[in-house]
């Protein structure tokens, strides 16, 4: 059954949010949605890149008080 | 109070004794009991297995006896916890024995999982293990020229490793006098050379100066070692004569089968380092999830902050501060020069360009770090 995970990567400079979305993604099962969790809106371009460049699937981007949550599920 | 530590590593090593400092009294009356459960007798200095690589290090210079690391006080045993007891507020360990606590400090550490990617593990050299590092060193001493491509895994536990190993490689056959027989090719799994913006403000064009070549969102999906090809998620191809990996990390077996968290990392508040719904568990070091480097002086802070935390809690009856994110990363930028990265959960580093004299304080450090461990530096 298909999971959502959060990961919560604000304040993270290093590994930074992508690195911590990779790294989630590759933990998950195909069908799982992650919720990335970033302060910092250069998230919001280098996310999507990456997801559509791998080809996973973006759901949602949405910015809510300073803090992107930025959502995918993993297609493969 | 029963103080369980689990785990010998830098964190668990500088918390323990930071406790059996501030508790001395305690520890003298029997009021606190500090008991240490590690898998090894030894301690390894992990970041010196960068310099094994090179032979500018050997392997008996790595360890100390973890004994002699612990302040009086402090019950070590070299008994590996085989199972976590939450509700029960126990471990059971390798040798079948049970032990009790009231506070417990998780810091198991990370392991390398190269075995994640395909024909990775057979067909790359890699440094994190005294093993891995010595191959390493004799595959580099027999080379004599071709592509090297280094290739990153995440989460990987050091994000300096791959600028310093490409660094130290260009220096390396640079002094072989075969530096114009080698090409290093680096790649990187996101959109510049270094998850930190400004490292890789200043590593691109280093890059560039030295002549080593890189691929950005770059990661490892297989690799044929028959025809020497290093494939990735996002659909290229590299070729490569030695291949050289930051693999993947995953945290201990002991943590993912007992369901403590996803990939050995266990769900870990930001600033007070407690486990996810767990009052009286702490996490520390490569065992948390939180999204900051997987780093010795990660480990280092962290236990710093926890050892005033727990004994404030004994004394005083509650914590008394926070852990703001702190983390300070040497960066080696080739055999003889080195900067610097230091930052924290509000503020990005901002890393000077490097120096001789940053260099020999990383080479002083290497020897410091047996007084860091100790909990004095």
Known sequence: MAQKTIIDARGSFCPGPLMELIAGIKMAQVGDELEVLSSDKGSANDIPEWIKKVGHEMLETREEAGVWHITVRKAK | ?377
């Open chain 2, 1 to 377: 109070m029963r103080i369980l530590i689990v785990g010998g590593g830098m964190g668990g090593t500088i918390l323990a004794n930071n406790l059996a400092r501030r508790l001395q009294g305690e520890l003298k009356s029997g009021k606190v009991r500090l008991t240490m459960l590690s898998a090894t007798d030894k301690h390894m200095y992990q970041p010196g297995l960068l310099y094994l690589a090179f032979g500018r290090s050997t392997p008996d210079e790595l360890y100390r006896d973890q004994a002699s690391l612990l302040e009086p006080g402090i019950n070590f045993f070299a008994d590996p916890v085989e199972q976590f007891m939450l509700d029960q507020n126990q471990v059971k360990t390798k040798s079948g024995k049970t032990y009790d606590y009231d506070v417990i400090a998780i810091a198991t550490g990370s392991r390398m999982v190269p075995e994640l990617i395909p024909g990775l593990a057979e067909n790359a050299e890699t440094f994190y293990t005294e093993e891995s590092a010595v191959k390493m060193f004799r595959r580099l001493q027999g080379f004599t020229g071709g592509r090297v491509v280094i290739t990153v895994g995440v989460p990987h536990k050091c994000p300096m490793a791959p600028l310093e190993i490409t660094f130290m490689l260009h220096d390396y056959f640079k002094d072989r006098g075969i530096l114009d027989k080698v090409k290093l090719h680096y790649t990187y799994p996101i959109g510049r050379v270094h998850s930190l913006e400004n490292v890789a403000k200043w590593a691109a064009p280093e890059f560039d100066r030295l002549g080593i070549t890189y691929e950005t969102l770059f990661n490892m999906k297989e690799v044929d070692g028959k025809n020497q090809i290093l494939r990735s998620e996002e659909g290229s191809d590299t070729p490569y004569d030695l291949l050289i990996s930051i693999p993947a990390h995953r945290g201990m077996e002991v943590i993912e089968k007992g369901g403590l968290g996803t990939g050995g990392f266990i769900p870990t508040h930001r600033h007070t380092l407690n486990m996810e719904g767990r009052a009286n568990v702490f996490v520390l070091g490569d065992t948390t999830n939180l999204p900051i480097s997987k780093a010795g002086s990660t480990a280092h802070f962290e236990a710093e902050a926890l050892g005033e935390n727990i004994a404030a809690m004994f004394k005083l009856g509650a914590p008394v501060r926070e852990y703001d994110g702190k983390v300070f990363c040497f960066i080696e930028a080739g055999k003889d020069r080195a900067t610097y990265a230091m930052f924290d959960y509000l503020n990005p580093p901002d890393p000077k360009a490097p120096t001789k004299a940053m260099h020999w304080f990383k080479m002083a450090y290497n020897k410091l770090y047996w007084v860091s461990a100790r909990g004095l530096l």
